[in-house]
């Protein structure tokens, strides 16, 4: 008998499903869950340079995007009908209401997002990434904390994207879909 054939059916979630389960109490306060392509998945504790990072993050974005843009920390974007990530940061298209009404932001509203990978790296370039360029971010940058490099990805096309480019503390960089706004990576790095 083949191996395949013997393996249970999964069952994958839409967003609907994964909306019902928080509404019907399933997760719990506190719980860090992601929808990433149909599945459930935990979210790592935030470390405390992790967190650092995001603060010092949203800071250099706010200060290049005031009045610009919003920017969104650590709330979920929904990219399709089975994946809402939970970006750490996402910088997302003016609107007067602030993405109070409708639905969540998706693809189309989202000038940037932000992945800080301390412990999170090779899952953030292997799942979260090809998720995002799947669903036409236009931009992604995911900043390694270890090596204290950005890594800035563009054009996407399919499951990868068609340009990175590498910057370090001391660089600048700008947003491709808004490229007034631009980044002083000395206040990413701090």
Not at 62 to 67: E, R, V
């Amino acid at each position: 008998m083949d191996d395949l054939a013997a393996a249970p059916a999964r069952h994958r979630l839409n967003v609907d499903e994964y909306h019902r389960m928080a509404e019907a109490g399933i997760f719990g306060e506190g719980d860090r869950i992601e929808l990433l392509d149909g599945d459930l998945i935990d979210m790592a504790p935030i470390g405390q340079g992790h967190a650092a990072s995001v603060c010092e993050l949203n800071e250099a974005l706010f200060l290049a995007c005031a009045g610009r843009a919003i920017i969104s920390p650590q709330n979920p974007i929904r990219l399709d009908r089975s994946s809402e990530p939970q970006p750490d940061l996402a910088v997302l298209r003016r609107r007067a209401d602030f993405y109070a009404t409708g639905e969540r932001p998706g693809p189309a509203d989202v000038l940037l997002l932000v992945e800080v990978a301390d412990s999170s790296l090779r899952f953030d370039q292997n799942v979260k990434l090809p998720l995002y360029s799947r669903a036409g971010i236009a931009e992604l940058w995911i900043v390694d904390l270890q090596r204290r490099v950005l890594y800035a990805y563009r054009n996407p096309d399919g499951d990868a994207y068609g340009e990175m480019t590498t910057h370090r503390p001391g660089d600048h960089i700008g947003l491709a879909l808004a490229p007034e706004i631009i980044v002083k990576l000395d206040l990413v790095f701090g």
